[in-house]
């Protein structure tokens, strides 16, 4: 059940508990009852709307490889990439690249911009970007901005 009330969430974050009881054979009190379980034991960490990152004006997209020297720990990477508004996403990664930061900006000056100021750390000893063209899979959580409603 538990399974099912996540997948109704996930697709929908506002249907009621009504909605998703009807759905799934449970009355709207144990829906709520299971999902105040959920988020105690932190499978729910939090509701958010999804945005056309183009409403917000961010027009430029892309992916970034951090190539970093051996002496740059991931949390030394974490605080420098909290600094960076743009940035969306930021990972360690496998293979040549220490990380991958996905940067959304308003324009391709506003992009160089920003690279510049990661490029400026004193441990990245290369960046490679990639502008992103189209997103194949519009629906997916990278084609649009997570504004989260920490509740």
């Known amino acids: 059940m538990d399974r099912k ?3 109704a969430l996930i697709d929908n974050a506002r249907t009621s508990f009504a909605e998703i009881g ?10 709520k009852r299971r999902v105040d379980r959920l988020r105690e034991h932190q499978v729910i960490t939090g509701f958010s709307a999804t945005v056309r990152p183009a409403a ?6 892309a992916y970034v490889e951090v190539y970093c020297d051996s002496a740059a720990p991931p949390r030394r990477l974490a605080e420098v990439v909290r600094n960076h508004p743009e940035i969306a996403a930021a ?3 496998t293979g ?3 990380a991958l930061l996905h940067v959304r900006a308003t324009d391709v000056q506003h992009f160089e911009e920003v690279l510049e100021r990661i ?6 000893r290369k ?7 189209s997103h194949l899979l519009p629906d997916s959580p990278e084609a649009g901005a997570r504004v989260s409603a920490q509740e």
């Open 5 to 7: 009330i996540l997948a």
């Open 22 to 31: 009807t759905a799934i054979g449970l009355s709207a009190t144990a829906v």
């Open 56 to 61: 917000l004006g961010w027009l430029t997209e």
């Open 91 to 93: 990972m360690t990664v």
């Open 96 to 98: 040549g690249a220490d």
């Open 119 to 124: 490029r400026a750390e004193p441990f990245i």
């Open 127 to 133: 960046t490679i970007s990639y502008l992103v063209l």
